[in-house]
């Protein structure tokens, strides 16, 4: 009761920390049957593993496997637990998917998912199947599964070259790396050929025609070459982890790192891949660098660059943003300053006589670098290239208007100068002119009114006037040099404008970012700074936000109220405790759930989760790689808040507990003090008077006692509930524990037969002796009190399991009355008919010690006539 | 014949000290008492008793600290008297250089059983023979001898025997047992000693209704009385 409860300032960290560290530890191993084409027999292979497996014992669901109605395949599904798909309807059909949350629940050791690349029916909860399967890994659940060559990502455009059919279901290559093992299925051509003609292989619902093409014999040879290959230089990585632990100093060039640069381009994609590719081989880190350069980008050029950077995700690559209006010399400054090997770059489409192309420029001034330029495929998704003007074209029509009108007043005006001051003051006044359009026009308005201006003043100021002849040569060069200067004016001015549109967005983030850290560090509490905290992002991005926050014992509930401007609706809850239990963003514009109204990040720090933040954002725009990292950032910052919070209320909480406690016990103590004192003058004094037979003596005795017991368990109750009750565990022996009970209940069992059975082999236990001892004297008290005099009392002790100890008290009384046996235990609850001179506290009493130990007690009637009360303690042992 | 022994009281209840000071003369001490810490270090000074009560309860200062301050300067035996029932404060005490606990309520008899044990100790201490029930201790020839006959102990349970002997009558928390027995490294490793507990009780016949006995209190220590 002493030592106070151990209250750390954090414990959510900690336990949280360690909770990762178990699952990470416990996560579930991924096996890969790979096959170069559909037929080749990896599901009939699938099965067999499995069934080797689960003669082994091993707990095993089959989660979905596609029979295509074959006979054997059939065969060795037989008397394997099979998981009912789930159906869904969708447009009026109804589908069959694979059902996640069943398999979850089951937490089978093993599950069989067929068809790694599978896209999931629209409102699932992933989009793709091999998402599924990454959750059960991480659930700790081993998955055997199947794929198809054509199917992994960084294969998808050399399949494409092979074939000519544009895979659409791929599965990153990033999943592959996870895999335990990688098998392949290999199947000769001819005998593949065979099999198709015998109809044994499900071609699928495509095209009978796209299907036979897809089949050619070339095609399959080359196919199967892939899968062959694709699996050597795994196993030739494997063996390279291998022999670089063992040995020291390694002959491969570990440094190697590759770089890629990216921009909107249809390229982009081809040119992940091949990276990618190339990365895995040399089996070497990657960086895909983003210019994002002067130019703002139309929307359909930011879907695309974000497609690209989504992949490059998705592939595993680091994705570095840089900005910059030189590509060549960012990259280059990039891939100096983390080191790359070689840069990758696409190859131009054109060759320009008068401009060096990226590459070119990339291949003069690498310097040690190597560059690697290579062909890439446009991905099949075009961008409709016309759109390029998309939406500022309203903007730029008026903008022309302005020209046009420029133009006319401009000329009026010159026209007027001309006859004061001369032709010359009129070039400069539309110099003037151009310069300040140029800050606040586009450049191509900037550039033609330029021209026009140049033209006007040729044409209506320089002799001979309303002509385009120029008669003196000085005017010629005067004309030239007006031309010049108003356009590389005009492009110099609208370059600065621009730089400065990306630089003050920048400056406007990281300021709202510094704003945000001040705030919420100098915010006295979380009701002040976080909803700040929030109306800040919001003001910055023009969205709507909601922040769920998770309640003091780690989990998410779904009545808390959320932060911000807006509140989840009933159905968002799936995506936000989809989010919050899996640490990754979820929601629209991602690839799980993504038909929910807003994208949830979860708002988490190395050590701990503290919530879910949801972003809303308006309906025409989407999230694009630059905003998503910006707003990651924030997330963050935010999660550092929130942490602080909770450290924070949790060293108060502890403290305040301290506080309360330590004026619990001192009150007790004095209470304590101010009854027994009294009680110990009138014992004290009792003794005093000695044995003199004085009949009035001796019912003061009695009477002392009594009040004694119940001013002892009044006292054990308030610490029970208030609790104080701390077991205070060390190595005991049991039979000095049942001795001691003994000892101090001995004026009430007043000559009673106490028959002590210990087995004899018992070893010492860790127990609160002392808390133990009075439970065990109050089961003591109890028999003596309600059965007659002279009937003995059983107490036997035992271990049961290894580790349960249990005490068995058994009377020879008349029993308990029948249904009591729970209320025996509650406060102050005395059975009808019960002698005086009871409390009815000691039951509850020994209950309350016992649970402080964290066993539980009962009692019963014995069939043979009398009551038993059974204590049962879990217990460390000792083995000497 | 020797001086009366005497006592000295520390304790803030004037009833407690009224109602010691009649238990103790009775049987033969010569008895001060003060209401106070200070005042009892003063005393203990002055009087310099045989033994001392002391309640860990004390309007001025803690028991415990009175307990700490006499210490510094003497090994007059002294026995807690409190109404604080908790093992942990039993054994803090007792760490302390208290010799023995009684909690209040106590019974006189009791009481002036543990204060005869305590004063004992000195003179076990010197001794170089003991008797003990129906066991005769010759310290310097390191026997035991049970109702006549020599028992053989091994040199650990004799250490562990000696010792609690030495302090018949007193509690010897387990510690202390552990730390002089088996040096200051296993004090954390009670179940050795309950091994070797249950060999002295069943070698030397030490079982509950004899005239000797060697009990257990739960979490404190063991304790040998005759």
Known sequence: MNSAPDERPDPDALLASMQREETQSKAGKLFIFLGMCPGVGKTFAMLQAARQRYKEGVNLLVGLVETHGRAETLALLDGLNVLHRRKMEYRGRILEEFDIDAVLQQRPDLVLVDELAHTNAPGSRHAKRCQDVLELI???????TTLNVQHIESQVD?????????IQETVPDSILDQAHEIQLIDLGVEKLLERMAEGKVYMGERAEQAVSHFFKEGNLTALRELALRFTAERVDRDLEDIRRSKRVSSPWKTSARLLVGVGPSPYAESLIRWTRRTAGRLNCPWLVVWVEGLRSLNSSQQETLTRALGLARKLGAEIVPAAGDDVASVLLRVARERNVSQIVVGKPESRSRFRKSLADRLIDESGDIDVCVIRPLASGKTPAVSTMVASPAASLVGQYGWVAALVFILTSLGSGLATVAGYMVVALLFLLAVVVAALRMARGPVLVLSALLALSWNFFFIQPSFTFFISKPEDIVMFGLFFVVAISMGHLTSRLRQRERVESRRQRETAALLQFTQQAALATGPANGVPAALRLIEDLFRIEVALVERSPDQSLDQSTRAVGSRQPAGKEWGVINWAFENRHPAGRFTDTLPDSSATWFPVQTSTSIMGVLGVWLPRETSLDFGMRQTLEAFVLQLALVLEKEHIIQAVNRAELLEQSEKLRRTLLDSVSHELKTPLAVIHAALDGLGEDGNPYVSEIRT???????????????????????EPHREWCDVSDIVRSAQESVRESLAGRMIELSVPPDLPAVKVDAMLIAQAIANMLHNAALYTPAGTPVQVSVSLAAGSILTIVVRDHGPG??????ELLFAKFYRSPGSPAGGTGLGLAIVRGFVQAHGGTVSARNRPDGGAEFTLALPVETATV | MTAAPVALIIDDEIQIRRLLRL????????VHDAAA???GLIEAVNVSPDVILLDLG???MDGLEV???????SDVPVLILSVRDHESVKITALENGADDYVTKPFSTGELAARLAAIRRRNVMESQAEATLGHLQIDFSARTVHSRGEEVHLTPTEYALFKILARHAGKVVIQKQLLREVWGPQASGQAQYLRVYINHLRRKLSLTDDSDVKLINEPGIGYRLIS
Do not use: C, F
Request: hydrophobic content about 40%.
């Open chain 1, 138 to 144: 991480g659930a700790g659940i081993d998955v055997y």
């Open chain 1, 158 to 166: 050399i399949v494409r070259q092979i074939t000519g059919v544009a």
């Open chain 1, 703 to 725: 009477a002392n006692q009594r009040l004694q017991r119940v001013v002892s368990h009044l006292l054990q109750m308030t610490q029970i509930e208030s609790s104080v009750v």
């Open chain 1, 816 to 821: 308990l009355p029948s249904g009591e046996e």
């Open chain 2, 23 to 30: 238990a103790l003369e009775s049987r033969g001490y010569k």
């Open chain 2, 37 to 39: 810490g200070q005042l």
């Open chain 2, 58 to 60: 004390l309007p001025d």
């Open chain 2, 67 to 73: 307990l700490k301050r006499l210490r510094e300067w």
